[in-house]
């Protein structure tokens, strides 16, 4: 098999005008932040509506800005989901508060918004909810709950660029939105992200701690002040032009990755015995297409015998607090059951906008074979666990 025949997890979709307009940043002798970030920005900003736009070197670091922003620090509590990228709860840690696990909602895989509140004491500072696979968390219930606790709300919305909820597009409304526009992502800057504000005032603040606190007068850094213990997180000028690149085609790869999915539910054979996903072609963007992988089968050897087959199958994701990090903060196994299911058992198969109705069919083919392989070795396991 030949590296043109392996269809990957994903691949961004990257045209020869954008190609061109790199090389042209990069002769332009002006590829750090400048007028190609400014230019991403403006155009991000009306794209949500004209709230205030800033972009990022990553969606991790609009994450820890934005604690900053709420001023979460030592022994804050901040609420998340323990199924999603580490990157969600570290930015926790990294603030010196503690990140407050809650289970997840099996139907959509989100964090179960009726198991909040009993988690809010009074050292809670905000809600950290994600969007898994690009599916939204119920804004309404959740602003609710921030609401009546006086909490702000970090949406870690890395996978829900195009995503919308109940029409209106997620990063148009709510409190401050992380977006990521990493290279696996719906579109992309190769690495990169954004923070959208409430107000100028709080874009303004975004910038101190983007770039390491430090603020000129006027047009000069004459009289140059720094007055915070900022970060390094701008974005460059050659990632802004990547993205500006991506956005005209935004709605078009929404509408390919849903069609898609769509073949991939009318053609996945149910007596396989997997769990597929909430269908919703309304609101998600999908940017991944999981699937749970029925119980005893032993995922490695799924995934193995998809590559053999020229296919290649993500993790997304292990449930994060039984990683040796959170086990020290008190988390153990049996915490949270659906998200420990589900993190267990979860495979990402194939979806990005490139790919041709055909090779969702070559996916679901290979998944017989691997799938009776995976649970026999699950079968053999147990047998020669019985025997000793």
């Given amino acids: 098999m030949t590296r043109s025949d392996f269809l990957p997890f994903t691949r961004p979709s990257i045209d020869e005008p954008t190609i061109a307009a790199v090389g042209e940043v990069l002769r332009s002798g002006w590829i750090t932040s400048g007028p190609k970030v400014r230019e991403f920005e403006a155009q991000l900003s ?51 508060a503690r990140p407050v696990f809650v289970d997840c909602d099996p139907r959509t895989r989100n964090i179960d918004p009726a198991l909040i509140e009993a988690a809010i004491t009074p050292r809670t500072r905000a809600i950290l909810p994600v969007d898994l696979a690009g599916l939204p968390v119920d804004r309404d219930r959740l602003y609710a709950i921030a609401g009546a606790h006086k909490l702000r709300v970090i949406e870690d919305a ?56 430090a603020k000129k007068s006027g047009d000069s850094w004459d009289g140059m002040d720094v ?23 935004l709605a078009a790869f929404t509408v390919r990755r849903r069609e898609l999915a769509r073949r991939y539910f009318a053609r996945f054979d149910r007596t396989l015995g997997c769990e597929l996903p909430l269908e919703d072609y309304a609101q998600s963007n999908w940017h991944m297409f999981q699937v749970l992988l029925p119980a005893g089968a032993v995922r490695s050897v799924f995934v193995g015998h998809m590559r053999d087959a020229g296919i290649g199958v993500g993790v997304h ?59 026999a070795a699950g079968a053999e396991a147990r047998t020669g666990a019985a025997g000793r």
């Fill in 46 to 96: 009306a794209l949500f509506g004209g709230r205030p736009v800033r972009a990022m070197s990553s969606a991790t670091g609009a994450m820890e800005v934005a604690l900053a922003l709420c001023n979460v620090g030592a022994g804050d509590e901040v609420i998340t989901t323990p199924l999603s990228w580490v990157a969600t709860a570290n930015v926790v840690l990294r603030a010196g």
């Fill in 158 to 213: 890395a996978q829900s660029m195009g995503a919308n909820w109940a029409g209106r597009m997620v990063g148009s409304t709510g409190d401050l939105v992380s977006i990521s526009f990493h290279a696996n992502k719906n579109i992309t800057s190769a690495e990169g992200g954004c923070l959208v504000l409430n107000d100028e005032d709080e874009a303004r603040r975004c910038e101190l701690w983007r770039l390491q606190g």
């Fill in 227 to 249: 007055t915070l213990a900022g970060g390094k997180h701008n974005l460059t000028d050659v990632a802004a032009c990547i993205g500006l690149g991506q956005l005209p085609h």
């Fill in 317 to 375: 994701y292990p449930a994060m607090h039984l990683f040796t990090l959170f086990r020290q903060l008190g988390y153990r196994p049996g915490d949270f059951p659906h998200a420990e299911r589900i993190g267990s058992r979860t495979v990402s198969l194939p979806m990005f906008p490139a790919m041709a109705d055909s090779d969702v069919d070559r996916v679901l083919a290979a998944m017989a074979p691997a799938l009776a392989a995976a649970i």
